[in-house]
């Protein structure tokens, strides 16, 4: 296959506002406003934002769980918002999606044996009962569980380990991308380490591709090959993970990794953190949509729109005054003292001590 596995042009969602007992349209919600970007296969992309900037919407456009207002997903270079429903159900074996709520999203009347046979006979994966048995034990041993787990019950099962189940469920069809919404946002820091180097290891095996969605920067360092920070329905910046974390440009980005916590508490750095709630997404600023909460705005971006340019190397910016802007000093003292060990080291050192055995 030549061209990305998936490509998203000028995506947008409104969702429609009603008021009052005749449900009266008294607006639209922005909810996502105009975003593009590609994933090549076998590759994670992280959309990260502070909650309510429309991540979520992103994941579920992308696979048609929702219509979007506009835009275009590209899957293999097909249009999927063109394709009819019975080539989309097709598609949709291609493309899975994980949450944050593990529980939520396994059936609880359902034994997990169950649960993994569904797509499998939905699909035709597995010809006979024997195939589908030996296949469900395959999948539990995929993600760290064991053949035998297949006769309990979700609530049986810690948080870690339900969402294994949900990843092996999104693995039964053998998907080639799969969107994961804040899949270990609920769980404890070394729990996360444990299950995002799972879908690491999950990843190379299979050639998967993530839409990885978090607030949490430094959890995407971990698994991200490139990042897309959104704000208020918009892409403002992308790059390369180790780029965006060395070389943040956008303030809005700059003022998202100062807000990482330190996990050594020696170490003092001046805060950009940000002033103010995020905007209502009924009613976005006009201009640079961050300019109300921008400690570098200057009178035009109340009224010029920053366009997403990319400098030619993968690194876009929606500011085009982020060449003026003073260098990020917190950001290059932590740079030289090693990023990892001090903005992350705890993450980290959960990363060294995580075992593949279940959580
Ligand atoms: N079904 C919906 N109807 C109306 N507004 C919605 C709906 N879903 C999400 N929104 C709004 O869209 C915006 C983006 O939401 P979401 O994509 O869930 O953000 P995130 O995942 O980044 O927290 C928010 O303002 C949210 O309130
Ligand atoms: S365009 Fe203006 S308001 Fe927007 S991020 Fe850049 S400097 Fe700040
Ligand atoms: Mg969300």
């Known amino acids: 296959m030549s061209g990305p596995l998936l490509e998203v042009q000028g995506l947008a969602k409104h969702f429609p506002v009603r008021q009052g007992a005749f449900g009266r349209l008294s607006g639209h919600v922005r909810a996502v406003d105009g975003v593009d970007f590609h994933l090549n296969a076998g590759e994670t992309l992280a959309i990260v934002g502070e909650s309510g900037c429309g991540k979520s919407t992103v994941g579920r456009l992308v696979l048609r769980l929702l219509e979007p207002t506009g835009g275009s997903v590209r899957f293999e270079g097909q249009d999927l918002l063109a ?9 949709r074996r291609r493309m899975q999606i994980i949450f944050q709520d593990p529980y939520a999203s396994l059936n609880p009347r359902m034994t997990v044996g169950a649960m993994l046979s569904e797509p499998l006979m939905l699909h035709r994966l597995a010809p006979s009962d024997a195939a589908r048995r030996t296949r469900v034990g395959e999948l ?13 019950y979700p609530h049986e099962f810690s948080g870690g380990q339900r969402q294994r189940l949900a990843i092996a469920r999104a693995l039964a069809v053998e998907p080639q991308l ?5 899949p270990v946002s609920a769980l404890d820091v070394s729990i996360q380490a444990q299950v995002i180097n799972l879908m690491r290891s999950l990843q190379a095996r299979f050639g998967l591709a993530y839409v990885f969605i978090s607030h949490d920067l430094a959890v995407v360092k971990h698994i991200a ?12 910046e992308t790059a390369a993970t180790d780029e965006l974390f060395r070389n943040p440009r956008h303030p809005y980005t700059r003022a998202l990794l100062s807000a990482v916590p330190l996990p050594d508490p020696t170490v003092v750095r001046e805060r950009a953190l940000l002033e103010g709630d995020i905007p209502s997404a009924m009613n976005p600023p006009p201009g640079c949509r961050f300019h109300t909460r921008c400690r570098f705005a200057r009178e035009s971006c109340r009224v010029d729109a920053p366009l997403l340019a990319d400098d030619g190397t993968g690194h876009s910016t929606a500011c085009p005054w982020w060449p003026e802007l003073p260098p990020a000093p917190s950001l290059v003292e932590d740079r030289a003292d090693d990023q990892d060990r001090i903005r992350l080291a705890r993450l980290q050192a959960a990363f060294v001590t995580s075992q593949m055995e279940a959580t």
Do not use: C, F, N, T
Request: aromatic residues 2%; neutral net charge.
């Open 83 to 91: 394709l009819p429903d019975s080539q989309m159900r097709a598609q």
């Open 140 to 152: 539990l041993e995929l993600v760290g569980l064991r053949p035998e787990h297949a006769r309990r």
């Open 225 to 236: 090959d490139r990042i897309a920070v959104m704000y208020l329905g918009k892409i403002v």
């Open 178 to 182: 799969i969107v994961a919404d804040e």
